[in-house]
Structure formats: structure tokens, C-alpha cells
């Protein structure tokens, strides 16, 4: 079992369309990271939290460390959100397989 | 704020060659990782370092795997002699130390395919 589960492994949504990503995770940590990963391979920093929620643009993260759980949310999505979504435990370097997010126009 | 700069982008070696990958992080951060990320799965971290010194690299495989960052700067990794199982992008990241509340900088990465 891995330390990082994410869920679901592939989605596939339409233009507009308000998305999940959730992650869960079995080890301690003080801060879990998103990540976007574009084909090609690049690799962008979307949020590090610790609690609560974070918001950028159309991007929400939340965290529950009771729970270990947290989620992604991108409301509006558009085609360009079209990339592979990695969630992390920071301090162990504990990373998720990722999503693959697929908007179709 | 120019990014972290990985050379090269592409790599295609067959097995038992060698290989080495040069990484240059953000100006001014100290710690460097190199990660390994095999096509489906997330990214695994090989070495950590501090500075020019080693902070972790218990997952790095020593009998064939080898990164310095002799001036605290930039970085190499060598992978010599290199097997099947290596194909795999190979990401530099940075951060401004190795505390945990760091974001870390990832660069592009290096795509490495062994025949």
C-alpha cells in the first residue's frame, strides 16, 4: 500500500464542469504539496498547506489532518487544466501516482 | 527569476552505458533534490542535498547511481552502468533551504530511455 493514495487515476470532464481530486495519505506530515504536471514533464507547484484552504484562481485545496485527507477542486475547468495532478507529503517525500485530468472544450 | 535548468531534455542510451544529467537550481537556494519518476507513477526521491553536503540519499541505488554538487551550486547525477529499469524522467528540484515549509522549484526534466 502506498504511503499517498489519490483518487480517482484518470477523469475525464467537460469544459465548465467543477472537478475533485482527493488524496489521502498514511504517514505524518506537516505540509502536503500539489503539483501539476503538464506532457513533457514539467513540474508546477500549485499549493503547499498544512490546514484549512488554500485558493488560487480557480484552484481550491483543503486538507483535513484529523482525517489525513485532502482534495483539489478546480471549479470552471477549461482545457488548459488538462495535466497530471500529484499530491505529496512534504516531509517524506511521499508522492501519489497522480490523476490524469482530461478536459474536453 | 530564471527557473531551475535541467541538460539535457532528451536521452536515449542503451544498456550498460553510462549517462550524466547537470542540473542548475534557482540562484541562491540551498538544497537541491534529484527525483526519479518512471512513466506512470510519482516522482521518487533519489538524493537531497544541503548545500554542497549529502542530507539524504537512502533511495538512491550507490551501485550505479552518483550525484555530487561540489560548489553548493550546480549539480550532476551519473547513472554508469545504466539498465532497463533506469528509463525515466529525471527531475531537479530546488528550495530556498530544507526546511519543511519550503515549496520546492521543479526544472523540466531530463527523459531518459535505455534500449
Known amino acids: 500500500k502506498n504511503e499517498v493514495e489519490q483518487s480517482p487515476q484518470n477523469l475525464t470532464a467537460q469544459e465548465g464542469e467543477f472537478i475533485t481530486i482527493n488524496c489521502s495519505y498514511s504517514v505524518g506530515i506537516s505540509a502536503l504539496h500539489w503539483l501539476q504536471q503538464h506532457p513533457g514533464g514539467g513540474i508546477v507547484s500549485l499549493f503547499m498547506?498544512?490546514?484549512g484552504k488554500k485558493k488560487h484562481g480557480r484552484l481550491i485545496a483543503t486538507i483535513n489532518i484529523q482525517e489525513k485527507h485532502s482534495s483539489l477542486h478546480i471549479t470552471a475547468s477549461h482545457p488548459r487544466d488538462s495535466a497530471v495532478y500529484i499530491c505529496?507529503?512534504?516531509?517524506?517525500?511521499?508522492f501519489g501516482t497522480g490523476t490524469s485530468l482530461t478536459v474536453i472544450p | 527569476e530564471a527557473g531551475v535548468a535541467q541538460s539535457p531534455r532528451y536521452k536515449i542510451i542503451e544498456k550498460r552505458q553510462s549517462v550524466a544529467f547537470w542540473c542548475n537550481p534557482i540562484s541562491g537556494h540551498a538544497t537541491l533534490y534529484w527525483y526519479q519518476q518512471i512513466l506512470g507513477q510519482g516522482p521518487k526521491l533519489l538524493i537531497q542535498?544541503?548545500?554542497?553536503?549529502?542530507?539524504?540519499d537512502s533511495q538512491l541505488p550507490k551501485d550505479r547511481f552518483s550525484a555530487e554538487r561540489l560548489k553548493g551550486v550546480d549539480s550532476t547525477l551519473k547513472i554508469q552502468p545504466a539498465k532497463l529499469e533506469d528509463s525515466a524522467v529525471y527531475l531537479c528540484?530546488?528550495?530556498?533551504?530544507?526546511?519543511?515549509?519550503?515549496?520546492?522549484?521543479f526544472g523540466p526534466g531530463t527523459r531518459l530511455t535505455v534500449l
Open positions: 528540484a530546488s528550495s530556498p533551504s530544507g526546511g519543511r515549509g519550503n515549496e520546492q522549484f
Open positions: 505529496a507529503a512534504r516531509d517524506q517525500f511521499y
Open positions: 498547506l498544512s490546514s
Open positions: 542535498f544541503q548545500n554542497n553536503g549529502v542530507v539524504d
